[in-house]
């Protein structure tokens, strides 16, 4: 008789920290291994007065992450790591409900980590404003197999949002086109709800990244009204068009894993090319 083998979680590891504890442990991190990037999603760039510093090194104790002031146990070193010098980066932001989220999630060697914070927004004309950040980190560890199950369940919680990939039919409804001088006033509907009061606002990126090629980014945006999901799409040009496309529910995680197989594809393009 064979053993049945148990599915593997799609989240690893969950662990919730404070901002400065997370910003201590990305920068302890990079200190000891000599590691030089930009600053992590909820990382502050200002370094922590003693006081302040000393309470984030109790709470990475208190965690199991530092056995000590100064110290990161080898295992989240590597963790943390993998997210700071990840070549291939996802990005996610999203607003929902008066609450506005970043997420990051880095990818190497097939694990993931991401590093998520909440933010309170509020409407301001047609656009939304940050107006705080929570003090919390939700830091998670997952197989990059799973990347959109770990992406999912940081956006809003909405069907549409969170589905699993479909792509867009070929027969898809044509997009309602706005141009650089049309007026806001005499946008018909769904255009005129989506501008002015949408549900909810997605935008995704992936940058891919390594020493000698060129970075490539790939990004998308989704807006929806009424359970409802729309592509927003722009185009550069001497007359600037916004498009807006009803997509499937699905769509969303669709774009995204074919933008990381992408990615995978144009890392591996370079590998070869260096190889040569």
């Known amino acids: 008789m064979t053993a049945t083998v148990p599915e593997r979680p799609i989240i690893l590891r969950r662990v919730q920290m404070s901002a400065a504890a997370w910003a201590l442990l990305c920068e302890s991190t990079s200190a000891t291994l000599g590691l030089h990037n930009e600053q992590p999603a909820g990382a502050q760039a200002a370094p922590l007065e003693e ?13 199991d992450i530092s056995p000590g002031p100064g110290e990161v146990k080898r295992q989240w070193m590597g963790a943390v790591a ?15 409900n008066g609450v506005s989220t970043t997420s990051v999630l880095g990818l190497r060697a097939g694990r993931g980590l991401a590093a998520h914070q909440r933010h309170l927004s509020e409407r301001e004309g047609q656009g939304t404003v940050i107006t705080g950040s929570e003090d919390s980190m939700e830091i998670t560890l997952f197989d990059e197999e799973n990347v959109w199950g770990a992406a999912a369940r940081l956006l809003p919680p909405l069907d549409v949002v969170r589905a699993a990939a479909k792509a867009a039919p070929l027969d898809a409804k044509p997009p ?22 949408e549900d909810a606002n997605i935008t995704l990126s992936v940058v891919t990244a390594m020493q000698g090629m060129p ?25 600037p ?3 807006l496309t009803e997509v499937p529910a699905g769509h969303i995680a669709n774009e995204l894993v074919f933008a990381v197989v992408g990615a995978h594809d144009a890392l591996a393009a370079a590998q070869k090319e260096e190889a040569k």
Do not use: F, H, Q
Request: proline share 5%.
């Open 51 to 63: 006081e302040a510093a000393a309470a984030a090194w109790a709470e990475l104790n208190s965690l």
């Open 176 to 197: 309602a086109v706005l141009g650089a001088g049309t007026d806001p006033a005499t946008l018909p509907e769904p255009v005129a709800s989506l501008v002015n009061d």
């Open 241 to 243: 068009e916004l498009r």
């Open 215 to 239: 970075t490539r980014i790939w990004a998308g945006m989704w807006s929806v009204k009424d359970d409802r999901l729309y592509s927003v799409t722009t185009r550069v040009s001497e007359t």
């Open 82 to 96: 993998l997210l700071l010098t990840a070549p291939i980066t996802v990005t996610a932001r999203a607003t929902y």
